[in-house]
């Protein structure tokens, strides 16, 4: 089945603690991103990546990081959450050009405290 | 910078009756339009999408949407919503040349009566 796994799905942690939040999508697309939805504010881009090894700043990049070595795999790493990081996350991927649907994953639920 | 504005946050209708969700965009140049759902407790999935031709454009369980390129506008219509209809609905829109910057609207939750 086509599709994009994110794990964990639900994750309570401390501020400053270290944590990835996994995704992978098996359709061998090109693009994936990441977001976050915050009530009230919609879906904001973090990342995206329009290749293995290229990957570039959404709208709110700050206190993440991701990497792309390889096609299926784009993980969000938050070197030292903070409260204002817990959000629900989703990852999407598609297969490239800016005509493409993207497909998403089922969320994360990050709570910081 | 593109940006998208969707006007209403949160719609409340009955069974049968029409929806309209408004969505208005910001960009200069040439750009892709989208419409997302999440159903209550599912993934956010396409509901349609135009990027060029017809600038009326049906999509999946009978929505449509009219880009109106003068107005900046993409807005969301039913005739008939259903309960099953209740959900939240995201605008978004991508710029041809940056095809990787994707944008969306704050959402509207719409709340169907039975």
């Known amino acids: 089945e086509a599709q994009v796994t994110q794990n964990p799905r639900y994750l309570i942690t401390v501020t400053g603690k270290k944590l990835t939040v996994t995704c992978s999508q098996n359709m061998n697309h090109e693009y994936m991103s990441w977001y976050r939805q915050d009530p009230g504010l919609g879906l904001r881009q973090i990342y995206y990546?329009?290749?293995?090894?290229?990957?570039d700043k959404g709208d709110v990049p700050e206190g993440y990081k991701v990497s792309r070595k390889e096609k299926r795999n784009f993980p969000l790493i938050l070197e030292s959450p903070s409260p204002n990081q817990t959000s629900l996350y989703f990852c999407a991927s598609s297969p490239r050009t800016s005509t493409d649907t993207q497909y998403f994953g089922p969320g994360t639920r990050l709570t910081v405290l | 910078a593109q940006s998208v504005s969707q006007h209403n946050h949160h719609v409340i209708l009955s069974e049968a009756a029409s929806l309209e969700l408004g969505c208005n965009y910001s960009?200069?140049?040439?750009?892709?339009l989208f419409w997302y759902v999440q159903y209550p407790g599912q993934h956010l999935q396409l509901l349609l999408k135009y990027f060029s031709g017809d600038p009326l454009v049906k999509g999946i369980k009978g929505f449509e949407a009219e880009f109106i390129k003068s107005k900046f506008s993409f807005n969301l219509r039913k005739p008939s919503v259903q309960w099953s209809d209740t959900a939240e609905y995201f605008c978004a829109v991508k710029a041809n040349t940056n095809a990787g910057k994707s944008t969306f609207g704050d959402g509207t939750t719409l709340t169907v009566k039975p």
């Open positions: 990546s329009m290749n293995v090894e290229v990957t």
């Open positions: 960009y200069g140049g040439t750009v892709n």
